[in-house]
T-cell receptor, first 113, second 114 residues
């Protein structure tokens, strides 16, 4: 069966510090991978998605970036965090094509102070 | 007009009640419909997936799609306190097999009181 991991689970960072969140998927090959942010009252916001190694599509211009160095690894980064980057970050995987379902990880709660 | 509208609630019901959660959408290109359940401080989990109009049942849960009205529903029978969560609807378009994105509603917060 497939499993998706995210770490860390919780993170408190000062404004201006760098960020690296990691997501890994087990039990599947060549998944589509997604980064979402969920802020209170604003729903799920798609940040990035990737259909293969090194292929990243950005949905929202901002100070975040994503990378996919391996088939089942997805990383969300920032060089300098802003207060507005606080939120609940979710990684998801899917197989695309006809089903289009996505499966979410446990999330990382980021607080920028 | 937003592509997907979902009443955020909150919705509070007594244990054993039948719960109805709904979403409307504006784009007739949406073909696939999903419901996710999200417990507090957890990631969303897929509850139901439907493709065509009509009903799909899974235990106490029934998903209903009415494409002519652009309206989807999730019914929960014999609701339990463990059903207390935020329920998100999601949908996707058929883009010739290369569709990668879901469009989500903002979620409805449900509380089932014992």
């Amino acid at each position: 069966s497939q499993t998706i991991h995210q770490w860390p689970a919780t993170l408190v960072q000062p404004v201006g510090s760098p960020l690296s969140l990691e997501c890994t998927v087990e039990g599947t090959s060549n998944p589509n991978l997604y980064w979402y942010r969920q802020a209170a009252g604003r729903g799920l916001q798609l940040l990035f998605y990737s259909v293969g190694i090194g292929q990243i599509s950005s949905e929202v211009p901002q100070n975040l970036s994503a990378s996919r160095p391996q088939d089942r690894q997805f990383i969300l980064s920032s060089k300098k965090l802003l207060l507005s980057d606080s939120g609940f970050y979710l990684c998801a995987w899917g197989l695309g094509g006809g089903t289009d379902t996505q499966y979410f990880g446990p999330g990382t709660r980021l607080t920028v102070l | 007009q937003k592509e997907v509208e979902q009443d955020p609630g909150p919705l509070s019901v007594p244990e054993g009640a039948i719960v109805s959660l709904n979403c409307t959408y504006s784009n007739s290109a949406f073909q696939y419909f999903m419901w996710y359940r999200q417990y507090s401080r957890k990631g969303p989990e897929l509850l139901m997936y439907t493709y065509s109009s009509g009903n799909k049942e899974d235990g106490r849960f029934t998903a209903q799609v009415d494409k002519s009205s652009k309206y989807i529903s999730l019914f929960i029978r014999d609701s339990q306190p463990s059903d207390s969560a935020t329920y998100l609807c999601a949908m996707s378009k058929n883009s010739g097999g290369s569709n990668y994105k879901l469009t989500f509603g903002k979620g409805t917060l449900l509380t089932v009181n014992p």
